[in-house]
C-alpha cells in the first residue's frame, strides 16, 4: 500500500518513478490455492511465494503468511476495511514517556481525507470519532440491520463499516483474494493505474530486490534480480516499501563494512518493535428462533477502543457465515500459526469436525476484533543464518497482552449480551496480515529510524513508508493509515526535490 501511494503522489506531481516490484503486475483468474506450494501458482494469485518461520514464545512456527506479493502488495488480498486511527493513538507516548508518534491527527488529517477519496471509501459517520470522507454505502442487508439495531440496543455506537468496497452484486468474499469484479478497490486500482496513467511511471515486475548498496552518507544503488539475471537500479531518492516484516530483512540484509549492523541501522531499532494485532474471529448466533442470512460486512463499532484506561480496538462484521469452508480454513491456520507440528499430518481430516462446527453453529455470523498490540524491542524480524532470505521473527506474547486479550472478549461479549456466541481460534490469534512497527518513526534518532518525513536518520536519499513507521499499532485496521502517510511523504519529496532544501 505505501510505496504505490507515495508512488502515485510523486507521478502527480510531475516526478519521474520507478516500481520495483517482486510479484507480478497481471494476475491470472485460474484455481488459487492459499495452502499451495507452487511458487508461480502463488505469485500469479498476488500471493506470497514462501512460508515464513519464527518463534513465538519460543515455539517454532512455519506456515504461509496473510501477504500479499504483486502490484498492489497485500492489499490485493486485504479485507478493504479502511477505517482512521483515533485522535488518541497520536498521543500516545514510548517507553521513556515521550510522544511516540511525531506528527498528530490534524497533521495527517488532509491526508486521510485524500486516500479515502482515491480509495473511494464507503461507510457512515461513527458518532464516536471525528467526522470522515465517506461516501453513503448501500442499504444494509436484513442479517446485519438485525445485529446493528440489536449490538444498539446493547448500549453501543454501531454505524456502518468504512470499506473500499464497491458492494458489487455476486462479490461478498473478495477479502483474501485479488477481486476481479473491480469491486475492491485496491492499491493497485487506486494509485498504481492511475500513477502509470500519468506517463511520469513505470513498473518493473517479478524482480526482487536484493541489497541496498549503501556509502556513508546516501544509498548509492539497489541490486536486484529479475528471472535469474542480476539488474542494477539507480535514482535520486530511493523509497523502501516492501512491508513490515521485509523492509527490515532486506536493511539487515545489505550489511556492509560501512554498515555492519545493517544499512541505516545506527539506531539499533531496524526490525525491532514488531506488532501484530490479536484478531479474534467470533461467531455470533441470532437470538430465540431468529433466522437471518447473508450477512454483508457492513457493522462496526468502536465503543472499547479506549476504554477505563486500556487500549482495545475496533469490532467488524466480516460478511461471513459459520460454514464448514471457514471453520475449516480457521481450524488450518490454528495449526501452522501454534507450531502444533504433531497435528500438522492431519490437517486433511480437518474436513470432519469442519463440518460438525457448520452443522452445530447453524446460521452464525462472524464478527472480527482488532486488539492494539505493544512495541517491545525484543519482538522483532531479523535475517536466520539458515535461510538468510526468507523472513524470520521472534516474538513473545506478553502479559499484559494477555490481560487485554481476556478484558476485551469480556467486553465484546457485552456487547452481544443475550447472544450466543463463540471465539473461533485459540488464546492468543496473532494477525500476522498487520505486521507494523519494525522501523519506526520519531523526533530522536537514537530512539527511532525514521524522522518525522519518514526519511531514515542515517542516510537522507532514502524513506521507508511501508507499516514499519508505526510506533504505534493503534486499535484499527492499518491500510488507510499507511495510504494518507504515504501520500504525506510524497507531498513532502515532491516539495523537496522541486525547492532543493536538502542534499
Ligand atoms: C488477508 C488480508 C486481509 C487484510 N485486511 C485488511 C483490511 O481489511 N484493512 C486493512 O487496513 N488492512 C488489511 N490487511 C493488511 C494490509 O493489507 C497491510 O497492512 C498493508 O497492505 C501493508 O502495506 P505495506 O505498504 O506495509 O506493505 P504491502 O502492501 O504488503 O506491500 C509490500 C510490497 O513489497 C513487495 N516486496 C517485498 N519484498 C520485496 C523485494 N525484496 N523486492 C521487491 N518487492 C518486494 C511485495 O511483493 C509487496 O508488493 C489485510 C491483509 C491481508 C493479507
Redesign the pocket.
Known sequence: ?????VGYALAKAGRRVLF????FSQFSQDEDDPDTFDETMRLRNGR?PQQISGMVDNQSVRFF???????????????????RFSPGDFQATDELGEPAWPIDYEGLEPFYRLAERLLQVRGSQDPLQPEADVIDPPVMTRCDQYFFDSVQSNGMHPYRVH?ACRYVEDCSQC??AICHKSCKQD?RHAFIEPALATGNAMIVDQ????KIEAGKGEVTELL?RRNGKALTFTAKRYVL????L??PL?LLNSRNELWPNGVANTSDLVGRNLMFHVSDFFAVWPRGRMRVSTPGKSIAFRDFYEYQGLKFGVIQSTGLTATSRNILHFLKSIIDRQGWIWLKPLKPLMRIPAAIGAFISGKATIFASILEDMPYPENRVKPNPQEPDRIFFEYTVHAELRQRIKAFRRLYRQAFKRHRMMVLGSEVNLN?????GTCRFGTDPSTAVLDVNNRTYDLPNLYI????FFPTSGG???????AAN?LRVGAYIAEELATKICV
Open positions: 500500500m505505501g510505496g504505490a501511494a520495483i516490484e517482486k510479484g506470497w503468511p496473510a501477504l500479499g506479493c504483486g502490484a498492489g502488495g497485500s492489499t490485493l488480498l486485504y479485507a478493504a476495511a479502511l477505517e470499506t477479502g483474501g492499491a524482480c526482487n530486490v536484493e536486484c516499501a516492501a512491508g513490515a521485509s523492509t532486506l500476522f496480515g498487520h505486521a507494523c513508508v511501508d507499516a514499519s484499527a485496521n492499518p491500510s488507510l493509515t499507511i504515504a
